[in-house]
């Protein structure tokens, strides 16, 4: 089992900068991928970017490309999502998602554990 909570959400205005953090439990972190996803109101729930457990192989939605990046430390069991240039339709809740069996995880089909989100509010 693996469970993961979110935090580093809030309310910030267009072109800001917000890290998002997610604490993962489970001796196995190290060997699981872990992912963002977002879900913006009224709308279905979005890949955002993944991090492979191995070599830290990334992937990215293209509407992030360029602006968010993924990071991961083993170490501590955590994974982040820094976000820079926030644009308003970046607003949504942000889940952390990881997956034992999954290696590219960029499907939430492939999701094994979810997160409860946090709250990304990004003002004109």
């Known amino acids: 089992q693996v469970q993961l909570v979110e935090s580093g959400g809030g309310l910030v205005q267009a072109g800001d900068s917000l890290r998002l953090s997610c604490a993962a439990s489970g001796r196995t972190f190290f060997s699981i991928t872990v992912a963002w996803f977002r879900q913006a109101p009224g709308k279905e729930r979005d890949f955002v970017a993944a991090i492979r457990p191995i070599g830290s192989t990334t992937y990215y939605a293209d509407s992030v490309k360029g602006r968010f990046t993924v990071s991961r430390d083993n170490q501590k069991n955590m994974v982040y999502l820094q976000m820079n240039s926030l644009k308003p339709e970046d607003t949504g809740v942000y889940y952390c998602?990881?997956?034992?069996?999954?290696?590219?995880?960029?499907?939430?089909?492939?999701?094994?554990?979810w997160g409860k989100g946090t709250l990304v509010t990004v003002s004109p």
């Open positions: 998602a990881a997956s034992q069996k999954t290696p590219v995880l960029t499907t939430a089909g492939g999701v094994d554990y």
